[in-house]
T-cell receptor
Framework: SQKIEQNSEALNIQEGKTATLTCNYT??????LQWYRQDPGRGPVFLLL?????KEKRKERLKVTFDTTLKQSLFHITASQPADSATYLC?????????????FGAGTRLAVHP | EAQVTQNPRYLITVTGKKLTVTCSQN?????MSWYRQDPGLGLRQIYY???????DKGDVPEGYKVSRKEKRNFPLILESPSPNQTSLYFC????????????FGEGSWLTVV
């Protein structure tokens, strides 16, 4: 079955630096890959979606890459701020039978220090 | 405002006492689903629904029931809760028109003692 690996250790970085989070998966590549942000005690919030035929997607300070050969997605936050501190979830979108079934990773916690 | 609303947000219950967690969305989404989130395991899908009266099992359906009598509502039923169902539960909705984006509720913390 499909497995997703995100770094379980928290990522600590200094304000202003670029944060890079990794999402690795096994088996077959999904049609889409999504990234969500989750704050403590809150529901995940959608950030970005990237399709299998796209190499890179940007949104303001966020950038996602998708390498189907390496079976990996990288999530970058440039000029990071303390407000970016949260857990970031990677999700594989396994479109099947007319339904977009998401398989989530366990998430990586990011802490941005002033 | 687009919302997925779940209740209760916090609940402590005893083993075997039936409970229902309600979920309602105001976006006219056809897809709804329930997830549970446990430390180190990520979000795991319990049940999903592709439309009214259409439901199917997700990855961890044992011990749960759902129904979809109306498009906006998708309650999660625990007929006989057990301590291993202590978890954080999320309801979610999506639509083809929402570009595959999933909208999550705020979560329901459930403790079964």
């Amino acid at each position: 079955s499909q497995k997703i690996e995100q770094n379980s250790e928290a990522l600590n970085i200094q304000e202003g630096k670029t944060a890079t989070l990794t999402c690795n998966y096994t088996n077959y590549s999904p049609a889409y890959l999504q990234w969500y942000r989750q704050d403590p005690g809150r529901g995940p919030v959608f950030l970005l979606l990237i399709r299998e035929n796209e190499k890179e997607k940007r949104k303001e300070r966020l950038k996602v890459t998708f390498d189907t050969t390496l079976k990996q997605s990288l999530f970058h936050i440039t000029a990071s701020q303390p407000a970016d501190s949260a857990t970031y979830l990677c999700a594989l979108d396994m479109f099947s039978g007319g339904y977009n079934k998401l398989i989530f990773g366990a998430g990586t916690r990011l802490a941005v220090h002033p | 405002e687009a919302q997925v609303t779940q209740n209760p947000r916090y609940l402590i219950t005893v083993t075997g006492k039936k409970l229902t967690v309600t979920c309602s969305q105001n976006m006219n989404h056809e897809y709804m689903s329930w997830y549970r989130q446990d430390p180190g395991l990520g979000l795991r899908q319990i049940y999903y629904s592709m439309n009214v009266e259409v439901t199917d099992k997700g990855d961890v359906p044992e011990g749960y029931k759902v129904s979809r009598k109306e498009k906006r509502n998708f309650p999660l039923i625990l007929e006989s809760p057990s301590p291993n169902q202590t978890s954080l539960y999320f309801c979610a909705s999506s639509s083809r028109d929402s570009g595959n984006t999933i909208y999550f509720g705020e979560g329901s913390w459930l403790t079964v003692v």
